[in-house]
């Protein structure tokens, strides 16, 4: 059983003010496009395009669109040519961070985070500074209310998961990677309502630091810079700091 921490409350939040902002499309189609480009167009031997497809189709992505983004990947249609990027860095209070994207200029994009990093109070470390308090896992979380505790714990044991936690009446399951796409179908056939699913970079542990809403504001601006897909934080921060940000 984890230590429950904010992390995930300030994923789910995140990935709403994400899509509020209108970018959700872009950045799932350049997944998707890339993803294809590095495994191959078809999902049923790609587990990274598969993923990406589905999570478009849940974001109610049209269908042509995620047959356009496969089809510039796999080089039937023209289209950019995007390479991956990791940043790592770190926040405001000592805050490690991961920031990871797609760009086909590597330079700009370079600048632009790091400009981003020493506006808001952080700074831009070498590569595997913070990498070591991470690890790629799966992550789901269910709406609150959707089960009661040992239903899902139940639930857990009967899907083989990694590790669960329901501190502060969070439902959070942790997969393998390798499990992320089996895990996500399972749920989705049983109808359970999902509040977060993603492949993440999890923190070992989190910290809190006197000023949380510097560290959302600097989360908040390198999410709304084009190239950048996601951004790890081991913040741990208070719910009411979260919906003060929101508002």
């Given at each position: 059983?984890?230590?429950?921490?904010?992390?995930?409350?300030?994923?789910?939040?995140?990935?709403?003010?994400?899509?509020?902002?209108?970018?959700?499309?872009?950045?799932?189609?350049?997944?998707?496009?890339?993803?294809?480009?590095?495994?191959?167009?078809?999902?049923?031997?790609?587990?990274?395009?598969?993923?990406?497809?589905?999570?478009?189709?849940?974001?109610?992505?049209?269908?042509?669109?995620?047959?356009?983004?496969?089809?510039?990947?796999?080089?039937?249609?023209?289209?950019?040519?995007?390479?991956?990027?990791?940043?790592?860095?770190?926040?405001?209070?000592?805050?490690?961070m991961i920031v990871e994207g797609?760009?086909?200029?590597?330079?700009?994009?370079?600048?632009?985070?790091?400009?981003?990093?020493?506006?808001?109070?952080?700074?831009?470390?070498?590569?595997?500074?913070?990498?070591?308090?991470?690890?790629?896992r799966g992550f789901f979380a269910?709406?609150?209310?959707?089960?009661?505790?040992?239903?899902?714990?139940?639930?857990?044991l009967d899907l083989g998961v990694?590790?669960?936690?329901?501190?502060?009446?969070?439902?959070?399951?942790?997969?393998?990677?390798?499990?992320?796409?089996?895990?996500?179908?399972?749920?989705?056939?049983?109808?359970?309502?999902?509040?977060?699913?993603?492949?993440?970079?999890?923190?070992?542990?989190?910290?809190?630091?006197?000023?949380?809403?510097?560290?959302?504001?600097?989360?908040?601006?390198?999410?709304?810079?084009?190239?950048?897909?996601?951004?790890?934080?081991?913040?741990?921060?208070?719910?009411?700091?979260?919906?003060?940000?929101?508002?």
């Open positions: 059983m984890s230590g429950h921490s904010k992390w995930s409350t300030i994923k789910h939040k995140k990935a709403a003010t994400d899509a509020r902002r209108g970018k959700l499309f872009t950045k799932l189609l350049r997944e998707i496009t890339v993803s294809a480009r590095l495994g191959g167009g078809d999902p049923r031997g790609n587990p990274r395009l598969r993923a990406a497809m589905l999570e478009a189709r849940a974001n109610s992505v049209p269908g042509d669109n995620i047959d356009r983004a496969i089809k510039k990947g796999t080089g039937e249609l023209e289209g950019e040519s995007y390479e991956e990027f990791t940043y790592e860095g770190y926040g405001p209070g000592g805050v490690a797609l760009t086909d200029n590597r330079n700009r994009t370079a600048s632009e985070v790091r400009h981003l990093f020493s506006r808001h109070g952080g700074n831009l470390g070498e590569t595997g500074c913070v990498a070591w308090m991470f690890k790629r269910l709406e609150p209310g959707a089960l009661d505790e040992e239903a899902f714990l139940e639930l857990a990694d590790d669960v936690s329901t501190a502060g009446g969070e439902l959070e399951i942790y997969t393998a990677v390798e499990d992320y796409n089996r895990v996500r179908e399972e749920l989705e056939r049983r109808e359970l309502p999902l509040a977060a699913k993603e492949l993440a970079m999890v923190p070992d542990s989190t910290i809190g630091v006197a000023n949380p809403a510097q560290v959302l504001r600097l989360i908040d601006a390198l999410e709304d810079q084009d190239d950048v897909q996601h951004v790890w934080a081991n913040l741990e921060v208070d719910e009411g700091v979260l919906a003060a940000q929101e508002g």
